[in-house]
C-alpha cells in the first residue's frame, strides 16, 4: 500500500511540473497581440514552454512567445506597448511576483 501511495504521489509531482504556469493580468487598453486584437479586461495567461494563451471568459488566442527569467522578482506585472498605425501592439509583459518575463517578437 505504501508503495501505490509513493508511486501515486511521483505520477502527480511530474504531471505537476510538465502543467501550464497560469497568471492573471488586466490588461487597461485595447491592444494586438501576434495580429490578434485584445479588448480591455482581465485575462488569464498559460504559459507553455514557447507558447502562451490568453483568455477572457470563452475567448481565447495562442501565440507564440519568448520567456525569459529575470535575476529578481518583478513588484508589480507592466505590460509594454509599441504604437504602430495608431494601434497598441504588447511588445513584453512581465508578471508581478515573479521572474517571469513574456517577449512578444514580431
Do not use: C
Not at 505537476?16 to 485595447?30: D, L, M, N, W
Not at 481565447?60 to 494601434?87: C, H, L, M
Amino acid at each position: 500500500m505504501f508503495k501505490k501511495l509513493v508511486l501515486a504521489f511521483a505520477v502527480l509531482s511530474i504531471a505537476a511540473a510538465g502543467a501550464a504556469t497560469g497568471y492573471k493580468i488586466t490588461i487597461t487598453q485595447a491592444a494586438v497581440v501576434k495580429g490578434n486584437q485584445l479588448k480591455a479586461g482581465d485575462y488569464r495567461l498559460n504559459v507553455e514552454e514557447s507558447k502562451v494563451t490568453i483568455a477572457n471568459g470563452k475567448e481565447s488566442v495562442q501565440v507564440p512567445v519568448q520567456v525569459e527569467n529575470n535575476g529578481r522578482k518583478f513588484d508589480t506585472t507592466a505590460i509594454s506597448y509599441t504604437e504602430e498605425g495608431g494601434q497598441q501592439n504588447i511588445r513584453e509583459i512581465r508578471i508581478g511576483g515573479t521572474r517571469t518575463k513574456l517577449i512578444f517578437n514580431r
